[in-house]
């Protein structure tokens, strides 16, 4: 009913940028907050940065000050700006969104999404 399509990860060098994009789409309501997490090989996934639908955003300490989280909610999609790469920024990237959804032409259901995350590769 509802998917999440994650784009915009790659290899780059110590110092670059990348900007991942997560676009949601089905029979949505409404997106409540959309939430960028990282899972580095053999460890658990971790919260890189977060906001709501009134644009309020928190970042993980490791990534202020380098990441900005923003959204375009007429295209019901988030963005994830990475500046100042580090190696240890390596990991698989994934989007996550809180969606209230239309479950019938009358009811609707708030749900938990995941996309299928993009990696990220940062060389030194």
């Known amino acids: 009913q509802v998917q999440l399509v994650e784009s915009g990860g790659g290899l780059v060098q110590s110092g670059g940028s990348l900007r991942l994009s997560c676009a949601a789409s089905g029979r949505i309501v409404s997106i409540n907050a959309m939430v960028w997490y990282l899972q580095a090989p053999g460890k658990t996934r971790e919260l890189v940065a977060g906001?709501?639908?009134?644009?309020?955003?928190n970042y993980a300490d490791t990534v202020k000050g380098r990441f900005t989280i923003s959204r375009d909610n007429a295209k019901n999609t988030v963005y994830l700006q990475m500046n100042s790469l580090k190696p240890e920024d390596t990991a698989a990237y994934y989007c996550?969104?809180?969606?209230?959804?239309?479950?019938?032409?009358?009811?609707?259901?708030?749900?938990?999404?995941w996309g299928q995350g993009t990696q990220v590769t940062v060389s030194s």
């Open positions: 906001i709501t639908s009134a644009g309020n955003t």
């Open positions: 996550y969104a809180d969606i209230i959804i239309w479950r019938t032409m009358t009811d609707r259901r708030q749900l938990d999404y």
